[in-house]
């Protein structure tokens, strides 16, 4: 196994007036992390899956029987369940609104028509249904999903909305991984919320229009969780599922993780890494091997001197005999010189100003045509300015592309997978690669959600 080269700086550039909430621990003792259901198909035929997918209001007892928190989410009261979906599968999703506002559905990292994708011209009002289908053509993978509409995603998102997606193909289920739900492969969807003396989520009292920050730490809507480990594997299946909160993850005792799958892919052979950055709507799973550690020690994931979950070492059972030294075949990046559509993005500004292309987000403009199956390169950059320098991690909807190289040199080992979002720092310069399966209108912006809000957002249109 290799480490990583870690050719990628974190240059975390001085930044100017930046709204800062520093995080503490939750006055809450430890919990044992909430585990999503799995949700059940509505029926299942050979080659199809039906799901209804339902946002709701709910209450949520995040105190250990302290005051319920008013809160959002699907098919339960705070966030929602994970869906197993198959490659080659045809799956029919009923999306339910039970709010007493617009929503929409987007399926994030989903190869998906424009139509089916959720972006915000897609709105299902109050009381309404929509119907999508789509088949999965893409590899194994952790998707999520969340809402979309104009002016509330960031709000729908801080009270709730978001879950997972997990999608299994053919070499997937021979790999020599854990993946026994619950037991030694668990869903870990970091965010960081603030609570009031109520109890209560309160989005415009933490509003910021660049930075939205929570006091604490949860994982799966759990605070100061913890989780008993059993096997000497462990696979953790990390979104960042924050507003704005960009996270570098490690472990203590030294430990390092070992990289299996970025966004949308396993990554071809496991990397060992000591940090994790991870910033909003990324995804990554990581092993955690515990041989050298004792039993009844406590292993940590930490990001920034905070804890954000416990492993309770309670056990070493071997799950696996090793790891697998091959996760992938697929092969070195190689893109095509001809008949390839050229895109620049500049990314730039910051709260209200934040723009890309020097335009805000205009739903009656198209700012870029594109071709279904077309080699795509786009080069991403995120323009230092003197005294606007922000993160901005920049996600495309309804693709999964990959890095031809980062400030002119290629990518680090660990970030050579499919993905659909990458964190750009002041000054960076991405070059991607992909093409659109689908056709149809699509949205990239930042993912900061109270950026996307304020306009960086650009629409593409695939004929
Ligand atoms: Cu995760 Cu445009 O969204
Ligand atoms: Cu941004």
């Known amino acids: 196994?290799?480490?990583?080269?870690?050719?990628?700086?974190?240059?975390?550039?001085?930044?100017?007036?930046?709204?800062?909430?520093?995080?503490?621990?939750?006055?809450?003792?430890?919990?044992?992390?909430?585990?999503?259901k799995v949700l059940k198909p509505d029926k299942q035929t050979k080659h199809d899956v039906y799901y209804t997918v339902i946002a709701q209001k709910g209450k949520t007892d995040f105190h250990d029987g302290g005051k319920l928190t008013k809160t959002l989410g699907y098919n339960g009261s705070?966030?929602?369940?994970?869906?197993?979906?198959?490659?080659?599968?045809?799956?029919?999703?009923?999306?339910?609104?039970?709010?007493?506002?617009?929503?929409?559905?987007?399926?994030?990292?989903?190869i998906i028509s424009g139509k089916a994708d959720g972006g915000p011209h897609e709105p299902v009002k109050p009381g309404k249904t929509k119907k999508i289908s789509f088949k999965v053509r893409q590899p194994a993978a952790t998707l999520w999903f969340h809402p979309h509409p104009s002016g509330t995603t960031g709000k729908q998102v801080y009270k709730g909305l978001a879950g997972l997606i997990y999608i299994h193909d053919r070499k997937s289920k021979c790999l020599s991984l854990p993946d026994n739900y619950g037991v030694d492969d668990f869903p870990v969807v970091v965010q960081d919320r603030t609570f009031d003396k109520n109890n209560q989520l309160n989005y415009k009292k933490d509003y910021n229009?660049?930075?939205?920050l929570g006091k604490n730490l949860m994982v799966n809507g759990t605070l100061n969780p913890y989780i008993n480990v059993t096997t000497r594997y462990v696979r953790l299946r990390l979104l960042n599922g924050s507003n704005t909160r960009n996270y570098n993850f490690y472990l203590n005792h030294h430990q390092k993780m070992i990289k299996i799958a970025g966004d949308g892919s396993f990554l071809a052979k496991p990397v060992k890494i000591k940090k994790l950055q991870l910033s909003p709507g990324e995804r990554a799973e990581v092993i955690v091997d515990t041989h050298k550690l004792n039993v009844g020690s406590n292993l940590q994931l930490k990001t920034g001197g905070m804890k954000a979950?416990?492993?309770?070492?309670?056990?070493?059972?071997?799950?696996?005999?090793s790891l697998p030294d091959k996760l992938s075949d697929r092969k070195a990046l190689?893109?095509?010189?001809?008949?390839?559509?050229?895109?620049?993005?500049?990314?730039?500004?910051?709260?209200?100003?934040?723009?890309?292309?020097?335009?805000?987000?205009?739903?009656d403009r198209i700012d870029i045509h594109a071709k279904r199956n077309q080699q795509q390169i786009w080069t991403i950059e995120n323009k230092k300015e003197m005294m606007m320098n922000m993160i901005h991690p920049f996600h495309l909807h309804g693709v999964q592309?990959?890095?031809?190289s980062i400030n002119g040199k290629k990518p680090s080992k660990s970030q050579r997978g499919f993905l659909d979002t990458i964190t750009l720092n002041p000054g960076d310069k991405y070059k991607i690669s992909f093409r659109f399966e689908e056709k149809g209108l699509y949205m990239y912006h930042c993912h900061n959600l109270e950026h996307e809000e304020n306009g960086m957002m650009g629409q593409v249109l695939v004929e």
């Open 401 to 404: 592309f990959r890095i031809i």
């Open 78 to 110: 705070y966030l929602g369940p994970v869906l197993n979906l198959k490659r080659g599968q045809t799956v029919h999703i009923k999306e339910v609104n039970h709010l007493d506002e617009k929503t929409t559905f987007h399926w994030h990292g989903a």
């Open 1 to 36: 196994m290799n480490d990583d080269d870690d050719s990628d700086s974190n240059s975390h550039s001085k930044m100017m007036k930046e709204h800062n909430v520093d995080l503490k621990d939750a006055d809450v003792p430890m919990q044992e992390l909430n585990l999503p």
């Open 334 to 363: 190689k893109v095509p010189k001809k008949n390839v559509n050229h895109e620049k993005l500049v990314l730039s500004g910051m709260s209200n100003m934040v723009r890309i292309n020097g335009k805000k987000y205009n739903p």
């Open 309 to 321: 979950l416990t492993m309770k070492l309670n056990q070493q059972r071997d799950n696996l005999t």
């Open 209 to 212: 229009a660049d930075r939205t």
